[in-house]
């Protein structure tokens, strides 16, 4: 059986508790799969069965999150999957970040909502409806800086369980903002940034019949670890040397090095990769953490940055990513402004419309390249956590490429694109 473990003192609790902290000490929860059953199914009988279930009939096979069910949630009944097809996103490569390495780009924005946090929520309210059998639940709530939001509503629609967001005012794009209200969500506006929205929530989600959809809640953990079986399985059941991750809950990033030991564990991947947590100069703790041996995580308050998505200053999930990076060898990276602008025209100008928490990665992945830390011949992925198109306003301000304007007669518009006027085929 799956377990909720406390990353402090280790006492457990029952996945379907709706647990978020530790009873005993407040510490952070981590989802303990049962790796002693699942390693006595042999590698070839996990790449057949994951195989098959992508041509299935059956639309939670073809869910990209519970085709790897098994390793998942397997406790959870087909009748209590909540699920909007999410997952199944194209690896694609991506522009050149220097010679000899091998870059590719996980496009988890392509999903329903337009953002990785699907992956998360279908797990998290899949489960919600397990536990409303066990105890009361009123309302699934969440502070957002925009994307998980728009994925709670979503799947909580679509459950048919009241969904309460906080979001900090102004502070997340009009799509974000449009995309719980289309749901029917119940959308509060705060006062201050998403700290101060977590702060708030933390203490609503302790209230009784409420159930925190933030990923302190370990359930979304195990849905997001469904990126690398993903990357490793569109590899040919191979890890890469490096995945980069847009970082600022710093949930995805741990559910990353999750999902990586638990295939190397099944004897499906030989090594982990070397995670990066890519931050903005605005918003980097955990970067600046990084400097002083991880000993302790000093809250900032964080500065306008494109990257709203990762504009977080307080982080809650710095002990599940300290863990992460220290055991794969991984690091971090932050980047100003400039850099995360170049990043994203670079992947614009490749075809991939790129959010700007992605843009950052790309710079960071960059850097990694240019100082060594990333060497020729490595195989590198950087994770798109969203849809570009979430965030036009924000790339719009940036954009250099403009319209040109013409009257509607073909030499009108050979003149403003100066092609010349004779020349017909
Ligand atoms: C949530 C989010 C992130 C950060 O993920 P964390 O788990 O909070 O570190 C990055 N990019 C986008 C687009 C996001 O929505
Ligand atoms: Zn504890």
């Not at 490793?232 to 991750?245: E, K, N, T, Y």
């Amino acid at each position: 059986m799956t377990s909720l473990c406390c990353i402090e003192c280790g006492r457990a609790a029952r996945v379907f508790s709706g647990a978020v902290a530790c009873a005993r000490c407040g510490g952070l929860l981590d989802p303990v799969r049962d790796d002693a059953r699942l390693v006595k199914t042999r590698a070839a009988t996990w790449r057949a069965l994951v195989a098959r279930r992508a041509s299935s009939a059956d639309e939670i096979d073809r869910s990209g999150v519970w085709t790897f069910r098994e390793w998942v949630l397997p406790e959870l009944g087909a009748k209590d999957v909540v699920t909007l097809g999410e997952g199944r996103t194209p690896l694609v490569r991506g522009p050149a970040i220097a010679p000899k390495v091998e870059l590719w780009v996980k496009q988890c924005g392509q999903q329903p909502t337009g953002s990785f946090k699907d992956l998360g929520m279908t797990v998290l309210v899949s489960a919600a409806r397990a536990i409303a059998r066990r105890r009361r639940l009123d309302a699934l709530v969440c502070a957002s800086t925009g994307d998980t939001s728009a994925a709670l509503a979503a799947y909580g629609a679509r459950a048919g369980l009241p969904v309460v967001v906080l979001l900090p005012k102004g502070k997340v794009s009009p799509a974000q903002l449009l995309q719980p209200l289309a749901h029917g969500a119940h959308v509060v506006e705060i006062d201050g940034d998403f700290d101060a929205c977590m702060r708030v929530v933390r203490e609503l989600g302790a209230r009784a019949g409420i159930l925190l959809a933030n990923s302190k809640n370990p359930l979304r953990l195990l849905g997001q670890a469904t990126v690398a079986f993903e990357i490793a399985r569109d590899l040919g059941w191979r890890a890469p040397d490096v995945v980069v991750v847009p970082s600022g809950n710093l949930g995805n990033v741990a559910a990353m090095h999750s999902g990586f030991s638990l295939l190397r564990s099944l004897r499906l991947i030989d090594r982990l990769p070397r995670l990066v947590a890519a931050q903005v100069a605005a918003a980097d703790p955990l970067h600046r953490a990084r400097a002083r041996g991880y000993a302790t995580l000093e809250p900032m308050t964080a500065g306008e940055t494109l990257a709203t998505a990762i504009r977080i200053g307080d982080p809650v999930s710095f002990p599940r990513a300290r863990r992460a990076l220290v055991e794969s060898g991984g690091t971090t990276t932050s980047v100003d402004e400039d850099a995360l602008k170049h990043g994203m025209a670079a992947l614009d100008a490749h075809g991939l419309l790129s959010c700007p928490q992605t843009g950052a990665a790309f710079a960071g992945a960059r850097r990694l390249a240019q100082d060594g830390t990333i060497r020729r011949g490595e195989r590198v992925v950087v994770v798109s956590t969203a849809s570009g198109l979430k965030f036009v306003e924000a790339k719009a301000a940036v954009q250099t490429n403009a319209p040109l304007a013409a009257p509607a007669r073909l030499g009108a518009v050979l003149e403003v694109l100066g092609l010349p006027r004779a020349g017909v085929a």
